[in-house]
C-alpha cells in the first residue's frame, strides 16, 4: 500500500497531498500520519507556510473512512496529535496554512479545510456537512461555522446537511477564491510564496492574537497584547525583524525577514 501522506518542499514552504483512492477518506492511520506532518511543518522553523490539497480531480476529502469504521476503526479513536486530519486541535501553530480544495469536500472533509487559514477552491468543488443523516454530528464546523459565516446560514448547512458548490461557499465566506480547476495549484502556490515573503514573527503573532481573542472581551484581548502576555508578541516586540521593518521603511527598500 502507497503511503496516504505526500509532501514536496519548496523553499519554505510544504506542501501536503492526501492520497488515499478512491475518495481521500481519512482513517485513523492516515489521520496519524498528518498530524506527525503537521506537526513538524510547525517545529520546522525552516518552514513557513504549508498548503493541504488532495490528488485526484474528483475528491478534496469526504471525511472519515466509514469503511475503515464498519471494520473497526473507532470513530472516537486516537487521531493523533492535532487531532483529526493532524490540524483541527494542533496546538500552537503559528504559521499560515492554505487549503486548496480539488473536489468533493464534505463531512470531516470540509472540517480539514476550514482548520486553514485560507481556502482556494476548484470551480467544480462541491460542500456539505451530512453528518446529521449518517446520525451523528459535525461537531468541528458546528463550533466553527456560526462564529464564521451568518447564523442562520450555518445552521441551514448543518441541520439539512446539504450539498452547496463553489459559488455559495464563496457568497459566505468560507471559501476566499474559486478558480479553475487546471490553474488550482498553481494559485495555491502563488499564493504561498506570497505569504513566504512576508514577516514570520508577524503571522505567528496574528494567529496567536485571533485565537487568544476569540472568546475575550475587546479590552482584555488588547491588554494582553499590549503588556506583552502573548509570547509571539513578546518575541515579536523584541526581534531584529522589527528593526529590519522599519529601517527597510525608512531606507525605501524592500524588508529582509530572518524570522529572527
Request: glycine content about 8%; aromatic content about 6%.
Amino acid at each position: 500500500m502507497t503511503d496516504p501522506i505526500k509532501t514536496r518542499r519548496e523553499g519554505a514552504i510544504l506542501e501536503v497531498t492526501l492520497d488515499r483512492p478512491k475518495a481521500n477518506a481519512i482513517d485513523l492511520k492516515t489521520s496519524r500520519l498528518m498530524g506527525e506532518v503537521f506537526r513538524d511543518f510547525r517545529d520546522d522553523e525552516s518552514l513557513r507556510v504549508a498548503i493541504i490539497t488532495a490528488a485526484g480531480e474528483k475528491f478534496f476529502c469526504p471525511g472519515w473512512d466509514l469503511k475503515a469504521a464498519a471494520d473497526g476503526d473507532a470513530v472516537d479513536g486516537d487521531y493523533g496529535v492535532g487531532g483529526f486530519g493532524g490540524l483541527q486541535e494542533l496546538r500552537g501553530l503559528n504559521k499560515p496554512v492554505i487549503a486548496a480544495v480539488n473536489g468533493i469536500c464534505c463531512g470531516g472533509g470540509l472540517e480539514l479545510a476550514l482548520s486553514a487559514d485560507m481556502i482556494l477552491a476548484a470551480e467544480h468543488a462541491t460542500f456539505a456537512l451530512p453528518e446529521i443523516r449518517s446520525g451523528t454530528v459535525a461537531d468541528a464546523a458546528s463550533i466553527k461555522l456560526p462564529k464564521r459565516i451568518p447564523y442562520h446560514v450555518a445552521m441551514d448547512l448543518l441541520l439539512t446537511g446539504r450539498w452547496f458548490d463553489a459559488e455559495e461557499a464563496h457568497r459566505w465566506g468560507i471559501v476566499n477564491r474559486i478558480v479553475p480547476a487546471g490553474d488550482l495549484m498553481a494559485q495555491a502556490w502563488d499564493l504561498a510564496r506570497l505569504l513566504e515573503s512576508g514577516p514570520p514573527l508577524v503571522y505567528a503573532a496574528i494567529k496567536e492574537i485571533v485565537r487568544d481573542a476569540e472568546d475575550s472581551k475587546f479590552q482584555d484581548a488588547m491588554n494582553r497584547i499590549t503588556k506583552r502576555q502573548l509570547a509571539t508578541v513578546d518575541r515579536l516586540y523584541s526581534s531584529e525583524d522589527q528593526l529590519e521593518g522599519a529601517r527597510a521603511f525608512a531606507e525605501k527598500r524592500d524588508p529582509v525577514w530572518k524570522g529572527k
